[in-house]
């Protein structure tokens, strides 16, 4: 136990039937998978043959060149993960968005997860039967996230991002915000403002915090949120619908994409 140690790891495109032996997801689990986005020109063809056609209309619609196979791949491996758990072929899975954006999988509605994508970087969480959200954010030091945490977060949360070493105030200030992302795309709502309601609780229990809602009609609301130990320069959260989960990194093995036990 303790924190989840999550390592980004690069998926081929290769659709080898793998997902004939589906991955078991009990209902207390939160399984997170950590991927590069990377594709290479040899893999382009392959990884577009996945995706949907809006998915690859929306990759298209990107500028860059660099945002296009990120999407691409992104989209890509998202079907490669999730139809190990849907016994279905990557290609096959129907996959819309809810009116807020969410994306679900209409086919198999016990089945949630969430993607989060940022500077070449993806984290998916899949979850059975309660809503799941995950959000990744890489640490940028020119950024004033004193300014950002007046602006925006609550007292309490400025008072977290301020205290204690100055040289691990973006960490801080990107946990509370992190926080925040991973509950409200749990809820299929994505981020709401305003924020400042809301605040980050430390449990000390080196597993758990909580994002407390100060939003509701009857009072504070606590919601569990789990952190990531995704290596320097990243901070990244996982927060579900329930209250007794626990997360299991997941990883490939050579071949095909397999859930490391
Ligand atoms: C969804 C949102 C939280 C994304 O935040 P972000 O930090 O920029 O991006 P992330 O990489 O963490 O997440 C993006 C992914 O979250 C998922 N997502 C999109 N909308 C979502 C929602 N409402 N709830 C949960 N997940 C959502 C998608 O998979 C998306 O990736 P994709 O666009 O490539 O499919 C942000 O765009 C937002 O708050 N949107 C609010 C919803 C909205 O804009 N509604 C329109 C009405 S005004």
């Given at each position: 136990?303790?924190?989840?140690?999550?390592?980004?790891?690069?998926?081929?495109?290769?659709?080898?039937?793998?997902?004939?032996?589906?991955?078991?997801?009990?209902?207390?689990?939160?399984?997170?998978?950590?991927?590069?986005?990377?594709?290479?020109?040899?893999?382009?063809?392959?990884?577009?043959?996945?995706?949907?056609?809006?998915?690859?209309?929306?990759?298209?619609?990107?500028?860059?060149?660099?945002?296009?196979?990120?999407?691409?791949?992104?989209?890509?491996?998202?079907?490669?993960?999730?139809?190990?758990?849907?016994?279905?072929?990557?290609?096959?899975?129907?996959?819309?968005r809810t009116s807020d954006g969410k994306?679900?999988?209409?086919?198999?509605?016990?089945?949630?997860?969430?993607?989060?994508?940022?500077?070449?970087?993806?984290?998916?969480?899949?979850?059975?039967?309660?809503?799941?959200?995950?959000?990744?954010?890489?640490?940028?030091?020119?950024?004033?996230?004193?300014?950002?945490?007046?602006?925006?977060?609550?007292?309490?949360?400025?008072?977290?991002?301020?205290?204690?070493?100055?040289?691990?105030?973006?960490?801080?200030?990107?946990?509370?915000?992190?926080?925040?992302?991973?509950?409200?795309?749990?809820?299929?709502?994505?981020?709401?403002?305003?924020?400042?309601?809301?605040?980050?609780?430390?449990?000390?229990?080196?597993?758990?915090?909580?994002?407390?809602?100060?939003?509701?009609?009857?009072?504070?609301?606590?919601?569990?949120?789990?952190?990531?130990?995704?290596?320097?320069?990243?901070?990244?959260?996982?927060?579900?619908?329930?209250?007794?989960?626990?997360?299991?990194?997941?990883?490939?093995?050579?071949?095909?994409?397999?859930?490391?036990?």
């Amino acid at each position: 136990m303790g924190k989840a140690k999550v390592t980004f790891q690069r998926v081929p495109f290769k659709t080898d039937g793998a997902w004939q032996s589906p991955i078991a997801i009990p209902r207390d689990d939160i399984q997170v998978w950590g991927i590069v986005l990377e594709v290479a020109d040899s893999e382009l063809s392959r990884a577009a043959s996945i995706l949907s056609h809006d998915e690859r209309e929306r990759a298209e619609r990107l500028i860059s060149e660099e945002h296009r196979r990120q999407s691409m791949a992104a989209h890509a491996i998202l079907r490669l993960i999730l139809s190990r758990y849907c016994g279905a072929s990557p290609e096959q899975l129907a996959i819309r968005r809810t009116s807020d954006g969410k994306p679900i999988l209409s086919d198999y509605p016990s089945l949630r997860f969430n993607l989060t994508h940022s500077h070449g970087r993806a984290l998916i969480a899949v979850a059975r039967d309660q809503e799941v959200g995950v959000d990744l954010e890489q640490v940028r030091r020119e950024v004033d996230v004193v300014r950002l945490a007046e602006r925006f977060l609550s007292e309490r949360d400025l008072a977290f991002v301020k205290h204690g070493d100055p040289a691990h105030r973006h960490e801080r200030f990107l946990k509370a915000w992190v926080a925040r992302e991973a509950v409200f795309k749990a809820d299929g709502r994505g981020i709401t403002f305003p924020l400042h309601r809301d605040y980050l609780e430390l449990t000390g229990d080196g597993i758990k915090d909580c994002l407390v809602l100060g939003d509701t009609a009857s009072g504070e609301r606590r919601r569990p949120v789990q952190f990531l130990s995704l290596g320097p320069g990243w901070i990244g959260a996982v927060a579900a619908e329930g209250t007794d989960w626990t997360v299991t990194v997941c990883n490939r093995s050579e071949s095909h994409i397999n859930r490391e036990t």
